[in-house]
């Protein structure tokens, strides 16, 4: 097939969508597939044989100086770069919706020498899609979760109207609810993420395929050369994101011996408040230790071969690659019993759930494992064999493929 992938977002180190772009855009290559990628910044690393097709972007919902072109200043007055200013300037996020109008004037000036089978969206959701369908091509999309459990998550950790009011322009939770149900069909990452697909998005099950994501079993795994830090927990994640329930953690620590160590891996922008201020008022300065972004994922798995249990207490995750690739490297998890985090890391098998929102079931369960030693190596071996069997981005891809031929069947 000749694939057209798009993602708002494309670096590996960006999120989990910037992961999902790199590795799937691999494997259908190595399947044979022409594969053609359309991306904004950051930009990825790596594609790995498929074709890069950079979307510029002004980031101007981040920037309020320094993005005109020195060369050509009077661009930002086009139409579309002149909304996108309005946008943010207003409290709009406005990078879903130019991004996906880029792209559908980027591929229309590729169709002239090109031809694709299918057009497939990460995430972005935006209103260019719908116009993409006048190419005649069907266009699908990845929808890793609906972004209205980020948006009720928001609303309840920021009290104040304003904040509400900043979260409700900031979401295009209309925007991403009109394309979702007219599209040709969406995949997600999960049984859990494609319940709350069809509940907030009303996207019938008959248009949702579940395929699970990848994990790259070749680095992310247990090294004997790196020795286990004595009791050293470790969280990864965008601590900013108050759905990732850094919080809670950070008060379930207060709780435990002064012995037992934290690693956070940091991995949202680089603004950082939130986290450092309440482990300076939790008095935990000197058991929370803060890596910074790591930009290489080598360096990641070794924090993981570092540490002994990996704490993942989020409020809702459509996947969960942190508990993925902790497990991979061998590690027991410690996981709220929300969302899909039960489908990653299984019914005890490889770790603890726990309610969520609850630092004494977190504090419970951490005592618990590091009483028992031969259950966290129990754990830990369940978990890279859940990995191996479920989370194969190889498998990722051939699933994917069978997706487009089932939809290209019901398009013709």
């Known amino acids: 097939m000749k694939i057209c992938l798009l993602s708002y977002r494309g670096n590996p180190y960006c999120g989990g969508q910037g992961i999902y772009l790199s590795y799937l855009a691999r494997e259908l290559v190595k399947l044979g597939h022409e594969v053609h990628v359309l991306v904004g910044p950051p930009y990825p690393f790596f594609m790995d044989g498929a074709r890069l097709h950079k979307i510029h972007d002004f980031n101007l919902f981040n920037s309020l100086t320094g993005f005109l072109s020195a060369s050509n200043p009077l661009q930002i007055f086009s139409p579309l770069h002149f909304l996108e200013l309005a946008a943010s300037r207003i409290g709009i996020f406005p990078e879903m919706h130019a991004f996906s109008f880029r792209s559908f004037k980027k591929i229309k000036d590729m169709l002239e020498k090109e031809r694709f089978d299918i057009i497939h969206d990460n995430q972005c959701l935006g209103y260019g899609l719908l116009l993409m369908r006048n190419f005649k091509i069907p266009v ?11 948006f009720k998550i928001a609303f309840e950790h920021y009290p104040k109207f304003r904040d509400k009011y900043r979260w409700a322009l900031y979401y295009p939770l209309i925007m991403q609810r009109h394309v979702t149900k007219r599209l040709d069909g969406i995949i997600t990452v999960s049984e859990n993420s494609a319940n709350d697909i069809n509940k907030y998005f009303k996207v019938p099950y008959k248009k949702i395929w579940v395929v699970y ?24 994640g965008n601590t900013d994101d108050r759905k990732k329930g850094v919080l809670y953690l950070l008060q379930a620590m207060r709780q435990l011996e002064d012995d037992i160590k934290l690693t956070i891996v940091d991995g949202g922008a680089p603004r950082h408040r939130f986290t450092p201020k309440m482990v300076r008022k939790y008095g935990l300065e000197n058991r929370v230790t803060f890596t910074g972004k790591i930009q290489d994922v ?10 002994n249990i990996a704490i993942v207490p989020s409020l809702y995750e459509g996947f969960g690659f942190p508990a993925a690739e902790a497990m991979s490297c061998e590690l027991p998890i410690i996981a ?14 490889c770790g603890i759930l726990v309610p969520p929102r ?14 028992d030693k031969e259950l966290m190596l129990n754990m830990g071996r369940a978990g890279r064999e859940r990995v191996e069997k479920l989370f194969n981005w190889r498998e990722a891809a051939q699933r994917t493929i069978a997706v487009y031929e089932e939809v290209l069947s019901a398009y013709r």
């Open 140 to 150: 699908v999309a990845t929808v890793h979760h609906p972004l209205f459990i980020d």
């Open 213 to 236: 994501n990848g994990v790259d079993t070749n680095i992310f795994q247990r090294s004997n050369a790196i020795p286990k830090d004595n009791k050293r927990l470790i969280f990864v």
């Open 298 to 307: 080598r360096e990641l798995a070794k924090f993981y071969s570092a540490s």
């Open 336 to 349: 709220s019993n929300i969302s899909a985090l039960p489908e990653v890391v299984g019914n005890g098998e």
């Open 358 to 371: 609850n630092p004494d079931a977190i504090a419970s369960a951490v005592r618990q494992l590091f009483a």
